[in-house]
């Protein structure tokens, strides 16, 4: 069984930084798209970042120039470096990894979840 843990979550104020980390097991890493999703208290979970295993990545518009989405295959890890938070960032987010081709950001072509990570910020 697939497993996926996120780390890295937590309180800062709007401007900071925050580096989400999501390791992965069970699963060939290098072959597989993965992917940021977060959801905000009453809200759908929405796709954050997806990558490729090329690399090649896709952002919401929300985040772009903001979130930096990579990958290490040789540690079958995943990460979310986001910059500039803001309040409305808020959200638990998931680390998510799919078999499809592409690095897409719906969430109905994701397979395997995580349990998420809580990240919260202050204005």
């Known amino acids: 069984q697939v497993q996926l843990v996120e780390s890295g979550g937590g309180s800062v104020q709007a401007g900071g930084s925050l580096r989400l980390s999501c390791a992965a097991s069970?699963?060939?890493?290098?072959?597989?798209?993965m992917a940021w999703f977060r959801q905000a208290p009453g809200k759908e979970r929405d796709g954050v970042a997806a990558i490729d295993f090329d690399g090649r990545t896709n952002y919401a518009d929300s985040v772009k120039g903001r979130f930096t989405i990579s990958r290490d295959n040789a540690k079958n890890t995943l990460y979310l470096e986001m910059d500039n938070l803001k309040p409305e960032d808020t959200a638990m987010y998931y680390c998510a990894a799919t078999w499809a081709r592409l690095p897409v950001l719906d969430r109905a072509s994701y397979a395997a979840w995580g349990q998420g990570t809580q990240v919260t910020v202050s204005s």
């Open positions: 069970r699963l060939s890493f290098s072959v597989v798209c």
